[in-house]
T-cell receptor
Framework: SAVISQKPSRDICQRGTSLTIQCQVD?????MFWYRQQPGQSLTLIAT?????????ESGFVIDKFPISRPNLTFSTLTVSNMSPEDSSIYLC???????????FGQGTRLTVV | GESVGLHLPTLSVQEGDNSIINCAYS??????FIWYKQESGKGPQFIID?????DKRQGQRVTVLLNKTVKHLSLQIAATQPGDSAVYFC???????????FGTGTRLKVLA
């Protein structure tokens, strides 16, 4: 199973600023994903991070707000731009090796916007 | 650390008893299902999976049951222990895609 590390593990940010979250996988993986987990809620997929091409965003999420990079098969970043208190959430990185296989998760980044 | 599942349905179980956590999934085209456990301050952790060509799968102390007719999934935990206290999510994988849809989650509280 893949081991996923996220940095930072938590942060408190001022509204209007941006935060970049890093995700490192200990092996090469085909698919990487970013999820948001709002307080007391389940996980919602933000986007699929594709290596060598632009990320694919889910309905309700846009590239200007959540730019994503995927420079290689082991690393991705998610930026939360122009933050507001409504962006306070846990952001989770996930990877899987193919369809119909289990997805692994990082420990999450707990973001509080004040 | 922060807790997840503050507003989620809660199942309270006496230590040593069996737990049953239920999940209704949304898409009849889903063909792969996973149960995840999420402890406070951590990401979801894989517990057990099941494919749509099965209706039951057993692991160590856990059993997953799948009823495709009513789109229902359940997780049974035998002899529940304090370390089982967490939020449990079911996730469905849409056939032919890489996407997972997560259920709303249930918080399991084990009483000593």
């Amino acid at each position: 199973s893949a081991v996923i590390s996220q940095k930072p593990s938590r942060d408190i940010c001022q509204r209007g600023t941006s935060l970049t979250i890093q995700c490192q996988v200990d092996s090469q993986v085909t698919m990487m994903f970013w999820y948001r987990q709002q307080p007391g809620q389940s996980l919602t997929l933000i986007a699929t991070a594709n290596q060598g091409s632009e990320a694919t965003y889910e309905s309700g999420f846009v590239i200007d707000k959540f730019p994503i990079s995927r420079p290689n098969l082991t690393f991705s970043t998610l930026t939360v731009s122009n933050m507001s208190p409504e962006d306070s959430s846990i952001y989770l990185c996930s990877s899987m090796s193919g369809g119909g296989t289990e997805a692994f998760f990082g420990q999450g980044t707990r973001l509080t916007v004040v | 650390g922060e807790s997840v599942g503050l507003h989620l349905p809660t199942l309270s179980v006496q230590e040593g008893d069996n737990s049953i956590i239920n999940c209704a999934y949304s898409n009849s085209a889903s063909d792969y299902f996973i149960w995840y456990k999420q402890e406070s301050g951590k990401g979801p952790q894989f517990i057990i999976d099941i494919r749509s060509n099965m209706d039951k799968r057993q692991g160590q102390r856990v059993t997953v049951l799948l009823n495709k007719t009513v789109k229902h999934l359940s997780l049974q935990i035998a002899a529940t222990q304090p370390g089982d206290s967490a939020v449990y999510f079911c996730a469905e994988n849409l056939s032919g895609t890489y996407k997972y849809i997560f259920g709303t989650g249930t918080r399991l509280k084990v009483l000593a």
